[in-house]
């Protein structure tokens, strides 16, 4: 039985440079803040940075382990809120990724907040979605 405050299982994901290479050839997102260190210093940033849509996605599989069939999941949304910043080394950027349940509806939906955290500080802010829990 699901209640409010129920925390959904964690999950840690590692983001390498290898990573943002294979997100770009399929987003066909090629924005060099993703993978040209000079040009990510040159414009202000760290050093080269995950795509948001990445981290999105990421987030989601909070979502989806808990609930199970992806099609569950009937709103979900994000502000992007700390860019993920990915050395280039093996070891890559580590995600820290949870979820608790805000609130249980009438018609058997949830609202589900997602907290993604790198080096502990939040890297998305109201990411927040609404679930169809399974019978």
């Not at 964690?10 to 997102?29: F, I, N």
């Not at 979900?76 to 979820?99: C, H, M, Q, W």
């Amino acid at each position: 039985m699901t209640a409010v405050g129920d925390e959904l299982p964690p999950l840690t994901v590692q983001v390498t440079r290898k990573d943002l290479v294979r997100y770009a050839g399929a987003a066909l997102d090629f924005n060099p803040i993703h993978w040209n260190e000079p040009f990510a210093k040159e414009v202000g940033l760290p050093d080269v940075i995950a795509h948001g849509m990445l981290t999105m996605a990421l987030a989601a599989r909070v979502l989806t382990d808990w609930a199970g069939d992806p099609a569950n999941i009937l709103q979900y949304g994000v502000r992007f809120t700390r860019p993920v910043v990915v050395p280039n080394d093996d070891k890559g950027a580590i995600i820290e990724l949870s979820g608790k349940v805000r609130e249980l509806n009438d018609d058997g939906t949830a609202k589900i907040d997602i907290t993604a955290k790198f080096e502990g500080r939040n890297v998305l802010g109201k990411a927040q979605a609404i679930l169809k829990l399974p019978a």
